[in-house]
């Protein structure tokens, strides 16, 4: 059917969210915030897969080994789903990652476990703060990246398998409770602070961050994300048996 000539049209969407990555990549700094994301989340996938290896040899079972060996294989699997993707929108995936490299190394080195059980409350904690953090992000994103970020986001299993060992540990010795307090609360810390250091360190990342690409400059809502990644850790503190 013919269109008349005085018909109203309805304009496209200037907001990210509504498009898709084809539409949305057209705009030079949103696709280097994208391919800043991409390499950050590729590394942090990567860190996780060693991570979880190097916590499995402190496993006290066998079971336990095989069970984190496991979500470490599932954690390389989302690593090869992000840098696939970096590949197909032509960028280099170690080239990506490596502005994250060093922030994320140090972060993994000052908050290293001690212990079976510190290891498992630095997983549960500091992977769903970056994840709450990511998920955060994937609002403001292209309707393609979106999907992307929330796949590899996905539970690989850790989060309830830490929680029921750190909280069978504590009521097999409640003393363990004051300490592995302390470590989340510690963990928690580090980890909003890093987050916040990478992100002031790219201007494109930051500026997608506060919604200043297309949709608006909002920094009270980048305080208010903050502030609800700060109440979903105290809820899972909670889930641990542990006080936030």
Same mark, same amino acid.
């Given at each position: 059917?013919?269109?008349?000539?005085?018909a109203t049209q309805?304009?496209?969407?200037?907001k990210? @969210?509504?498009?898709?990555?084809?539409t949305?990549?057209?705009?030079?700094?949103?696709?280097?915030?994208?391919?800043?994301l991409?390499?950050?989340?590729?590394?942090?996938?990567?860190?996780a897969?060693e991570?979880?290896?190097?916590?499995?040899?402190?496993?006290?079972?066998?079971?336990?080994?095989?069970?984190?060996?496991?979500m470490?294989?599932?954690?390389?699997?989302h690593?090869?789903r992000?840098?696939?993707r970096?590949?197909a929108?032509?960028?280099?995936?170690?080239?990506?990652m490596?502005?994250?490299?060093? @922030?994320?190394?140090d972060?993994?080195?000052?908050?290293?476990?001690?212990?079976?059980?510190?290891?498992?409350?630095?997983?549960?904690v500091?992977?769903?703060? @970056?994840?709450?953090?990511?998920?955060?992000?994937?609002?403001?994103?292209?309707?393609?990246?979106r999907?992307?970020v929330?796949?590899?986001?996905?539970d690989?299993?850790?989060?309830?398998?830490?929680?029921?060992?750190v909280? @069978?540990?504590i009521?097999?010795?409640p003393?363990?409770?004051?300490?592995?307090?302390?470590?989340a609360?510690?963990?928690?810390?580090?980890?909003?602070?890093?987050?916040?250091?990478?992100?002031?360190?790219?201007?494109?990342?930051?500026?997608?961050?506060?919604?200043?690409?297309?949709d608006?400059?909002?920094?009270?809502?980048?305080g208010?994300?903050f502030?609800r990644?700060?109440?979903?850790?105290?809820?899972?503190?909670?889930?641990?048996?542990?006080?936030?």
């Amino acid at each position: 059917m013919e269109t008349p000539d005085n018909a109203t049209q309805t304009p496209a969407s200037t907001k990210i @969210a509504d498009q898709d990555w084809a539409t949305a990549s057209a705009e030079p700094q949103y696709r280097a915030a994208v391919v800043d994301l991409l390499g950050a989340l590729a590394y942090g996938e990567l860190a996780a897969f060693e991570r979880l290896a190097e916590d499995a040899k402190l496993a006290p079972t066998l079971g336990d080994k095989a069970a984190l060996a496991k979500m470490a294989s599932a954690e390389f699997h989302h690593f090869e789903r992000l840098t696939d993707r970096l590949t197909a929108i032509e960028v280099e995936p170690t080239g990506a990652m490596e502005p994250f490299a060093k @922030a994320l190394d140090d972060f993994h080195r000052q908050t290293a476990p001690s212990d079976w059980l510190e290891g498992l409350v630095k997983a549960y904690v500091g992977d769903s703060i @970056a994840s709450d953090f990511y998920r955060e992000v994937a609002a403001r994103l292209d309707s393609d990246t979106r999907s992307l970020v929330l796949a590899v986001l996905d539970d690989t299993g850790h989060g309830n398998f830490a929680v029921e060992k750190v909280r @069978a540990a504590i009521e097999a010795d409640p003393r363990l409770g004051g300490r592995l307090a302390l470590w989340a609360r510690r963990l928690m810390g580090e980890a909003l602070s890093q987050a916040q250091r990478v992100v002031a360190d790219r201007d494109a990342l930051s500026t997608m961050l506060v919604g200043g690409v297309a949709d608006g400059f909002d920094l009270a809502e980048v305080g208010r994300m903050f502030s609800r990644i700060t109440e979903a850790h105290t809820k899972r503190m909670a889930t641990l048996g542990l006080a936030a």
